[in-house]
């Protein structure tokens, strides 16, 4: 039998799922949630990752993660820009609308999970 806690938790997680699919571009996909964490990730420790780099980060083929790539970029969700010293390196950074988004995702989350009764010990 699944713990009450448990239940909560798996609760938690499909308002989660739902609050995604309405707010987030992801369409059901997971290369394209993974995308979207993997900028958020890079996003908030500051630090650059280029689009080679971003592309050899996720576990998916090359063209799958170029068709969700390409229609963040078309879409205002990620840019482009170059390296200082180096012009051939292009790095890629999450718009102002993705950051605001992820700030309400992440203020959502945290009130999806912080639940009456889920830190509670059976």
Same mark, same amino acid.
């Given at each position: 039998?699944?713990?009450?806690?448990? #239940?909560?938790?798996? /609760?938690?997680i499909?308002?989660l $799922?739902?609050w995604?699919?309405?707010?987030l571009?992801?369409?059901?996909?997971?290369? #394209? !949630?993974?995308?979207?964490?993997?900028?958020s990730i890079h996003?908030?420790?500051?630090?650059?990752i280029?689009?080679?780099?971003?592309? #050899?980060s996720?576990?998916?083929?090359?063209? #799958?993660? $170029?068709?969700? !790539?390409?229609? !963040?970029?078309? %879409?205002g969700?990620i /840019?482009? !820009?170059?390296d200082?010293?180096d012009k051939?390196?292009k790095?890629? $950074?999450?718009?102002?609308?993705?950051? /605001?988004?992820?700030?309400?995702f992440?203020?959502?989350?945290?009130?999806i999970?912080?639940?009456?009764?889920?830190? %509670?010990? /059976?």
């Amino acid at each position: 039998m699944i713990s009450k806690q448990n #239940a909560l938790m798996i /609760e938690a997680i499909f308002r989660l $799922r739902a609050w995604c699919r309405q707010h987030l571009p992801i369409e059901n996909s997971l290369i #394209a !949630y993974d995308l979207l964490l993997l900028l958020s990730i890079h996003n908030y420790s500051n630090g650059h990752i280029t689009v080679k780099q971003l592309f #050899a980060s996720l576990p998916y083929s090359y063209t #799958a993660v $170029r068709v969700h !790539y390409q229609r !963040y970029v078309d %879409d205002g969700w990620i /840019e482009h !820009y170059p390296d200082h010293l180096d012009k051939r390196i292009k790095y890629v $950074r999450p718009t102002q609308k993705f950051i /605001e988004t992820i700030n309400l995702f992440t203020e959502a989350a945290n009130e999806i999970f912080v639940i009456e009764g889920l830190d %509670d010990d /059976e």
